[in-house]
C-alpha cells in the first residue's frame, strides 16, 4: 500500500486556501450576519449548500487546471488528483451528514431556539477546523512513518460500519452522557438560556449557560465522527492538501446542509445504513488493497449511489414522523 505524503501543493497554495477560508469565515461572521440571532429559513440555507457545492466544484476544476498545464504534470495526474479531491469530498461531506443527526438530538435536548441555533454551529464549525487540522497533519504523518497503520484503519472502518448497522436504531440517551454529567456537576449553570452567550456574570459570580454546553457537546461530537472520516478519506489519497482541503470544503458546508434538513431528518432514516456500509466499504477497499486496486472513480460512483440509493429509500419508505419532545436540563449548582 502506497504511504507516499508526497503532495503538489506549494507554500503559495496553502497559504492562499488558508486565506480563502478565513475570508469566507469573516464574510460569514462579519457580513451576512453571523454575529446576528436569526432563524435561518429554507431558502437561504440551500443558498448556501448551492454555494459551497459549487465552490468545491470549482476548487476541484483549479486542482485540474493547474496541474495539466504544470510542468512535470499533465493530464494524467491532473484527471488523478481531481478524482481524488472530489472523492474525498464526496466521502467527508457524505460521513459528515450523521453530524446532522447528532446536532438535532443535542438542540433538541436543550431546547435551543432556532435563531439561536446559527452563531453556536459557526463556533462549533471553527473548533472542528482547528480539531480536523492537528488530526490530519497527525494522521499523515504517522501513515508516513507506519504504513501498516492503514491497514489497521481499514479494519478499524469495517467494524465501525458494522456496528453503525447494529445500533442504527438506537438513539444515544444524553441524559447519560458522562462529559454532560462531569459539566453538570463541576459548573453554575444558568436556568435558561441569555441570548447567544456562553457565559454570564450574576452577582459578581460568572456562570456558564445551557448554550455552553451546547458548544461542547457539538465539539466533542465532531472528534468522534472525525475519527471515522479522517481515516476513510486515505482510502483514497495520502496527499495532504487534498485530505486538507477536501475536509475543510465539507465541514463548510455542514451547517448550511444541518439547516436546510434539520427538519426533515425524521424522513432520512435510512441514510444511516447507507453511512454504514460507505464505511464497511471504504475499511474493505483498504484492506484489499495488496491483492485489488480499486480505479478512485470506482469508488466515487459506489459511494455516491450507495448514498444516494439510502437518501430515495428514506424518502420513498418513511412518512414524516413527530419531532421528540424537547427538555431542558436541569442545572446543578455548584
Sequence with gaps: ??????????????????????????????????????RVPVREALTWVIVWAMLALSFAGLIWWYLDGAPGMGREIANRKTMEFLAGYLIEQSLSMDNMFVFVMI????????ELQRRVLLYGVLGAIVMRIGMILGGVWLVSQFAWLLYVFGAFLVVTGIKMI?????????????????????????PGFHGEA??????????????????????????????????????VTTDPFIVMTS??????????????????????????????LVLVF????????PWFHMPIHWSLTIVGTVIGLSVIASLVLSKPAAPPAARDPEPIDT
Design 107 to 114: 438542540f433538541s435536548y436543550f431546547a435551543v431556539p432556532p
Design 282 to 289: 471504504i475499511g474493505g477497499k483498504m484492506l484489499a488493497t
Design 1 to 38: 500500500m502506497n504511504a507516499s505524503i508526497d503532495s503538489f501543493a506549494t507554500p503559495p497554495m496553502w497559504a492562499g486556501f488558508i486565506a480563502f477560508v478565513l475570508a469566507m469565515l469573516a464574510l460569514d461572521l462579519f457580513v451576512f450576519g453571523g454575529r446576528k440571532a436569526h
Design 247 to 276: 475536509n475543510i470544503f465539507a465541514i463548510m458546508g455542514l451547517r448550511a446542509l444541518y439547516f436546510l434538513l434539520a427538519d426533515l431528518a425524521d424522513r432520512f432514516h435510512l441514510l444511516k445504513y447507507g453511512l454504514a
Design 198 to 235: 456562553f457565559f454570564v456574570r450574576q452577582n459578581g459570580v460568572l456562570w456558564v449557560t445551557p448554550m455552553f454546553l451546547v458548544l461542547v457537546l457539538i465539539e466533542a461530537s465532531d472528534v468522534v465522527f472525525a475519527v471515522d472520516s479522517i481515516p476513510a478519506i486515505f482510502a
Design 166 to 190: 447494529v445500533f442504527a436504531n438506537q438513539t444515544p440517551d444524553l441524559e447519560k452522557n458522562p462529559l454532560l454529567r462531569w459539566l453538570r456537576r463541576h459548573l453554575r449553570i444558568t
